[in-house]
DNA sequence: AAGTGTGAACTTTTTCACAGCT
DNA sequence: AGCTGTGAAAAAGTTCACACTT
């Protein structure tokens, strides 16, 4: 099986499932029928069993999932066996949120480096990352494996869109207020921002 | 026309497409084709005019859009013509930043208040917004018009969730790491985590 | 007996293509 | 001539329903 590939919409429910099933890890459940499991995922359970098999054959039938094990695949489908290294672009209150939040770093994220266009930010440290000018970008990254950069300003966020691009960062998530779309279907762009997901819910209250 | 309701991944282009119309305003664009628009959104102009008939007929034949119509009349469908009141539930990091955004208030979302179930922060200030006990979340419903609720704790964020709910709050932006869903209709509830966004580029780069 | 995995049926969404307005 | 708005066609995604395994 596993000819086409997965859609977007399975793949958002996939991430879904896998973090319900770290939740019930902590509440130590071992074994979850696709019924269940879905309810606590706002899905019907032919919906989850069809996307589960998007990943494999995963389940017992007659039994159900064992939670270990179907959050071990999950992770390794999802990319999430492995650890990725990430750059912030932006010195904004957000930036300095992301540098500093631990939980990242325990779900394999590490940002370790940071870059901004402002004089006075430069050679600044949060959290152990050293702030750099994005000229130095390119040092960097030939230095490192830059996984994923994430932009995080609100001033000009194009200027580190396109440096990050430019020097073979593929892929990329714009907290700013703009989304951004590129062509190059090398390159995979995540926007996200919390007016647009504000939005969504007075969409919703207007009705 | 408008009978069938709003598709979610039409909504949710809608939304994209309004941030970009701003973006041009603000580099003085005044009139756009659906093949121009679509293109700086990423999706092709069928889609792009299909999406904006669910608002209405906005554009005018053989010439396009105006930018500052075209942006009036998504606000006003989404709901974003009028300002809304939030509160928060968790004095954590990201509820603090949150607090403190003046860019959320430019858009029209206020936050009047904050909750937390640890004594030490019930009382404190940000950005003149207070810090309530959990308990007083009922005289705080009752006296003003909560429209949104926000979940920024990772530690118990279901205390908040279930208060909230109970008090009648019918939007919820949960941020913590665990999504939520209720079967009520009623109610709407995004979820978003920095850790699922990032969960989404470590898929791609897997590949 | 219970519950998975999956073709087939159904539903929704996307794309095409063109009539009709400016 | 140019570009929108939209039915109709095509594609994609969801749900049904049941054969099959434990």
Known sequence: MKIKNTPENTLERLIIYLKVLEALEKKNVNFISSEDLAKSCGVNSAQLRKDLSFVGSLGTKGVGYSIK?????LKNFLGRAQEW??????ISPLGI?????KT???EGFYFLAAFDTKEENIGKIYNGISVYSLDQLSYVVNAI???????ATEEEP???????????????LNLSKVPFFVKNSE?????????????????????
């Open 69 to 73: 094990s179907l959050k071990y695949s």
């Open 85 to 90: 290294n990430l750059i912030l672009g932006g």
């Open 97 to 101: 949120f992301l540098l500093q939040d």
């Open 104 to 106: 990242l770093q325990k």
């Open 145 to 151: 494996k830059v996984d994923i950069g994430v932009i």
């Open 158 to 172: 194009e200027i580190f869109l396109n440096a990050f691009v430019e020097q073979g960062v593929k892929a990329i």
């Open 187 to 207: 390159i995979k762009i995540e926007n996200f921002s919390f007016s647009m997901a504000l939005t969504k819910l007075s969409y919703f209250l207007k009705e």
